[in-house]
């Protein structure tokens, strides 16, 4: 009897202590979806079963950042190529100021909701219908631990796209899987000297200065 997808997600990686930044953010995507697929145990469709990633060129499957994603590269493989959607900020306070610390210092806060999509590309439709429909559920399933090892205020499946041709080769089917997720940036200013005190005009007019 089924009792749910299991916890397979790897301890956080230290890049989450940067907070979330779109390559940090984009790397991490790649990593879990690697994890994914490189287990045939981890798959849930049995038709993706001989579709298992390992590293280097022999894979048969290409996990990647678009930015770098190229058909003549990925030759007849599938491919997931991840990419940055855009990123909103949103104020939660005036000035998005927070309070003072204990000693004094000015605390600051602010709201953010971005997304990415998983480009799941074949060379027939049937296929990336199949990749589509995996993607979006481990991303449905293991949202709630997506979101802790992120460390994401919010995490979920927003979105699978309509079916189309890949604009970058004509011969590619394409299916996208969004995802959308928020998190709070939080930080304190220790002001010790006044911004611009050491600022001079000459420095910032440098040819008006020097007639």
């Given amino acids: 009897m089924s009792t749910g997808p299991e916890d397979r997600t790897d301890r956080p990686s230290d ?20 994890q994914h697929f490189a287990d045939v145990n981890n798959i849930e469709n049995p038709i993706l079963r001989t579709r298992i990633w390992t590293s280097g060129e022999s894979s048969a499957i290409a996990i990647l950042d678009a930015m770098v994603w190229d058909a003549e590269r990925t030759a007849q493989r599938p491919s997931l190529a991840i990419k940055r959607g855009d990123w909103h900020a949103t104020k939660l306070t005036i000035g998005n100021q927070a309070g003072t610390t204990a000693d004094g210092h000015s605390k600051y806060v602010k709201a953010w909701q971005g997304t990415h999509t998983c480009f799941c590309i074949g060379k027939t ?23 802790a090892t992120f460390d994401l205020y919010t995490f979920d499946l927003a979105a699978v796209g309509t079916m189309g041709l890949l604009k970058e080769a004509s011969d590619r089917f394409v299916v996208p899987v969004t995802v959308q997720y928020s998190w709070v940036d939080e930080w304190v200013l220790r002001q010790h000297v006044p911004l611009l005190k050491s600022v001079r005009l000459s420095d910032v007019f440098p040819e008006l200065m020097a007639g």
């Fill in 15 to 34: 890049l989450c202590s940067l907070g979330p930044r779109p390559l940090v953010l984009t790397g991490l995507f790649c990593t879990v979806l690697q």
């Fill in 125 to 147: 439709p049937a296929e990336v219908e199949v990749f589509a429909a995996e993607v979006s559920r481990y991303f449905m399933h293991f949202g709630p631990l997506l979101r």
